[in-house]
Every structure is written in structure tokens, then in C-alpha cells.
């Protein structure tokens, strides 16, 4: 972190406070790290023996001590500073930290598009996915889940149940659609198996990560939207913020009142109505909004179809106005005054 | 990659033409794509249960159609080019692109010291690992292998057979071992499962990443030391050269002499001899050499311990003398022309 330094360019001293995609950028830093993980050891587990396609036996040793459940996590510090606390970006189920990078069709995403804001960004693979790793089904309990190739399409909102069809010219997006619908299958290839067991290692390596960067504001996507809550109620004291994605706030009035000090806002794109899923999700939130206000909490609900942005999918940062939802998100930031000087 | 633009700062232009780790370095994009993949239609495979830890039971429905076998590619482009060709860094087995980022004890990994001295850097994950996902056992035949705690400590030369224990201060590395073996532990963090039988699935992939990057520099570890050779077979007019660490060259005759025009170097740690497995590979990556003078062709190997670097495992590139040996394969770039105009 301290040998990395990507300064000002000349230019951008004449540039707005809050740099455009196609502006230069500074870098202060950048790297990455693995946080938390156990030694777990098996033994007594039989060897087993599985055939390869060359009509040969693989043996399979369960046994041994492993390390398991530590999570990777990679960070881009800009060299302007803006937000007073760094951003830490948790992705959804079945997804990686890809989710931030690169969108579907090519252009910027989040993780480029805050870190020109002057976050400090911290994106990372959950438990099990991704560049953290899993492991043995001695450990991991249960099964993997694999995503087919029409699933993220229906369950995430692009078009409606049935409307996803193998050839790219049959498929029927919503009207107006701002996911990039030609690219479908390159947000297929971000998605990862995901464990259905795992939530409870998934949540300590984040309260690592916590405690290793120091106070922070999370920015989360779906699943990890009830991680996030959960993380706040374990370290309340670090966790400045959270900006939840379509996900879940599972709480009462006790935790309520514990994180009622977090601003938190839960922002939705559009047709949740015509999901049962999402549907009943907002309602959950609607209801985490009247406790959060009953304790003297804060809990928003940001309803983009409601703001005049229509369209949108559950993956707002991955749409063709990412840039303009991450401006919405980032002006929130600022009224709850987490930009500006470092403490 | 057109957005994002890190240009140097005005200090830069008094500094040496190769950027040292202190200083600033410039970037004009960054970003992240997969590559490749193919759909599979799985049907008529049986609907698996598995008992999950709550007493619950756990339907796996393996049929329906699947994107597998994609590979992640993430890229960092500095502003100022120095290398004639990106260059392209595949890791070894059971682990991911994080073997060229940041080391197990901190430091900068080969990712950004190749940038600072002016490469187009592209890091992927194999397919099957990290970022890339992995797909049912329908797909990917047999089963995956999980690392121990101590597998790489002994297997890659940290210490010798037996020399690794749980307790920290009972392990024995190699005398004057470069590894930091104080944070051995952060290089079992990144160590994921792999299969054995998806060697052709991953070389379809990094095919398809030199199709879209372009001719190319490969710098190459371990498992992909075959990949690679297999790959200049599959491209030869694109991949410009192979330095490889520690991976086997396989070849013939003819392979020699289809690949003879491209430059290959072999780097070698110390107590290769102690290492029946390297010993071995050493062995028949030297009669590489020969064929490749016979034809015409240029295969070296590059000894460390014999230029008077001692103590390296099989881990050049997070080792404490790692931005040396960079500094050494720089050199070897430019002897073989490849640094300069970009053409």
C-alpha cells in the first residue's frame, strides 16, 4: 500500500472536485489481501475414489487439516481522498467482486466509477466464491448450486418468468430495459456456484474485513444485504453506513434501535411489483423503515421507478445508467456527511 | 479501457525510464472481461438430495443449460508503454491470478512491478478457479483436490519432506529461504480447489484470451508452463514469448521446431535437486533445450541459484528477492527486442 503511488496528472488540477469517466484518475495505491479463515481438521473420512473420463480412478483423501473460509479481498486507494471512511463493496449470491468491475458491455463500473469519486475501494469475493476459495464437503455442508443459463435473467428481473429463451433474438426483455441485454451472457459468465450453508462464514470473514480496514461504508448487493445488517449489529461502532441494493434487512425493534445510529437506504430498480420474490422483500424493508423510525433510526427506502428512473434490473451497478445511480448514491452519502476530510 | 485514464504526474518526467516501487506510476485504463466458455445442455440426470446441517434436505437438479468454462481476465494498462507486447500471467495449479498480486507478507507481487516498468498487465484465473467459476460434476469430471495446510510448504520447496508442522516455530524451511515463511499461512489463503481432468477447457480459454488481447508476452507458472507451450503451438504467430517458472516444456522434434522463433526462458529456484518432482521436470525441460538448438529454436534455462540468487522456492514471484528476479525476466524481455515502440 505505501509503495504504490499513481499521482495527479497536471490536468485534473484545473478538473471538477468529482472526476468523469473519461478524465484522468489518481491512484494512491492498490493490492489485495486474504482475511480470516480457520484450520479445520478431518479425519476417519474414507478415501474415496471417483472415475475419470480416461477410465483411470482419482483418489480422493478428505483428510487432513485445511484452511477454510478466509475471503479475498482487493483494494484501488485514489490519491484525492473524498470519503471519509473507505467503501466496501459485498456482492450478491452466486456473483463475485466482478460484480463491481467492468460491466456487461464494457463500460466502467462501480468500483472505477467511486474510486473517481475519491472512495477508497475495497471489492472482495464472499466466503466460497471466487478468489476466496471453497472447500471440502467434509466441511461446506450440502451441495453447490449452479445458475442455468436463463436463470439470472428471470429470477433478477431483465424479463419476466418465461421470457428467456436460448437464442439471443426470441429473448423478451421489460420495456425500456437498462441492463445491457446483448451482453446477458457475459454477466452469465460472472456467476459462481454458491453454497446454500455458508451464510455464517460468509458474515465472519466480512467482520474481518471489517476490522482489518477500520470504520467503513458498505455498499452491498441482494445477499449480502442481510450480511450487511448483520455485520452492523456485530460491529456497530465501525460500520458508517449501508447502501443495500435490492437486498434483505431482516431485524425488530431491538436491532433497530442497536444500528439506529447507520444511516441505511435500500434502493430498488424497477418491476419489483412482478416479483413475488422481490416483492415481499420491499415489503420486508418497508417494515424495517416504520422500526428504524419508531427508535429514532434511519431506514430509506429509494424507489428509482419512483425518481423517474425506469428500467433497471436488480443490477444497478451493471446498467447502462450505473453512472447516473451511482451519482444518486453518492450524493446520499454526502447528506449523511460522509464525505469531505479524513478523520 | 477507453475511460479510464491515469496519466503521469508532472514529477514522473525527471524519473528513470523504469519506475521503481516508491514512486508514482501512471495507468490509462483498468478493467476486468471473461473469455471463452461454451453452453452445455445437461438432461436426464437423476434430481440429487443432499441432508444440510439443519436436518433439511437439499434438492440439486443438474439438468438444464449452463455457460461453463469461461475465464476471468483482469487487465491494468499503464500510461506510458514500455513492453512491445501486453503481457499475459497464468498461474500455477490449485491457485488463481492473486500469485502475481500483492505478496503473502505485503508487498508488491509481479502484477505491479511488470506495470511499473511499462507492461500492459492481464491477470486471469484459470478456468474451473477464483473469478472464472466451475461447473457440476456432470461437466467437470472427477473431483476436485483440495490442498492441506502444509501441502505447500513441502510440495513447493519452502522446506524439505517432513519439515512443515501446524506450529509455526517447529516448521524448518530451507536455509536462507527467500519465501516469507513467516506469512506462509496468507499463501495457503489463496490455494482453491482444482480439478485434473481440465487441461484442455483451461488452454481453450487462454487461447481465446490471446485471440482477443493480441500478440502477447506469456509470462507463465507451473501447470501453465505446459499450457503455454501447448498455447504457442495452437498461435504461434501471436505468442511473442514464454517465460516460464518452473513449468514443464513438452515437446518434440516438431513442436521445436514449429515454436523455434519464439524466445523461451525456464527459471529455476533453489534445491530443485531436492525435489524428485522438479528434479524430474528440470531434466526433461533441459532436453527441451537441446531439441530447440537443433532446430534452430531457443529454449534456455535459467538457473537462480547458479547466478548467484540462493534460496528461492517454487514461489518466485512473492519471494523477498522477487522484484529482483522481475528486474531479471525485464532484462531477458529486452535482449529478446521486445521492449521499445509498441509496434
Not at 70 to 93: E, I, N, S, T
Not at 117 to 122: F, M, Q
Request: proline share 6%; with cysteine.
Amino acid at each position: 500500500m505505501k509503495a504504490l503511488v499513481i499521482s495527479l496528472v497536471a490536468i485534473l488540477s484545473a478538473a471538477p472536485a468529482v472526476a468523469q469517466p473519461s478524465e484522468p484518475v489518481a491512484l494512491r495505491g492498490m493490492g489485495s489481501f486474504h482475511v480470516g479463515g480457520r484450520v479445520v481438521d478431518v479425519s476417519g473420512e474414507p478415501v474415496r475414489e471417483s472415475k475419470l473420463p480416461d477410465g483411470k480412478t482419482q483418489k480422493v483423501d478428505p483428510n487432513g487439516s485445511f484452511l477454510v473460509e478466509q475471503m479475498y479481498v482487493q483494494y484501488f486507494l485514489p490519491a484525492k481522498q473524498r470519503g471519509k471512511y473507505p467503501m466496501l463493496m459485498w456482492h450478491g449470491g452466486g456473483l463475485t467482486g466482478v460484480t463491481y468491475e467492468t460491466t456487461p458491455d464494457g463500460r466502467e463500473g462501480w468500483a472505477n466509477l467511486f474510486l473517481r469519486k475519491g472512495w477508497d475501494v475495497y471489492v472482495s469475493d464472499a466466503v466460497e466464491r471466487g478468489r476466496s476459495g471453497f472447500a471440502e464437503r467434509e466441511i461446506f455442508k450440502g451441495e453447490p448450486v449452479f445458475a442455468t443459463l436463463g436463470f439470472a435473467w428471470e429470477a433478477y428481473r431483465i424479463g419476466a418468468p418465461g421470457s428467456f429463451q436460448p437464442a439471443k433474438d426470441k429473448r423478451v426483455a421489460y420495456p425500456g430495459m437498462q441492463f445491457p441485454v446483448d451482453d446477458y451472457e457475459n454477466l452469465v459468465r460472472q456467476l459462481v456456484p454458491r453454497w446454500l450453508t455458508t451464510d455464517d462464514a460468509i458474515l465472519r470473514a466480512y467482520i474481518a474485513e471489517i476490522d482489518r480496514v477500520g470504520p467503513c461504508v458498505l455498499v452491498v448487493h441482494s445477499q449480502s444485504g442481510t450480511i450487511a445488517y448483520r455485520a452492523a449489529l456485530a460491529r456497530p461502532d465501525k460500520v458508517k453506513a449501508i447502501v443495500d441494493v435490492e437486498g434483505t434487512l431482516r431485524g425488530d425493534a431491538t436491532t433497530a434501535a442497536a444500528v439506529k445510529h447507520i444511516p441505511i437506504v435500500v434502493i430498488y430498480g424497477d418491476n419489483v411489483e412482478k416479483s413475488e420474490f422481490f416483492a415481499t422483500q420491499h415489503a420486508t424493508n418497508l417494515k424495517m423503515v416504520d422500526l428504524a423510525k419508531s427508535v429514532g433510526g434511519s431506514v430509506e427506502i429509494m424507489d428509482l421507478p419512483a425518481m423517474g428512473l425506469k428500467g433497471n434490473s436488480h443490477f444497478l451497478m451493471m446498467e447502462r445508467n450505473n453512472a447516473q445511480i451511482a451519482d444518486i448514491i453518492d450524493q446520499w452519502l454526502v447528506r449523511k456527511g460522509l464525505t469531505g476530510a479524513v478523520p
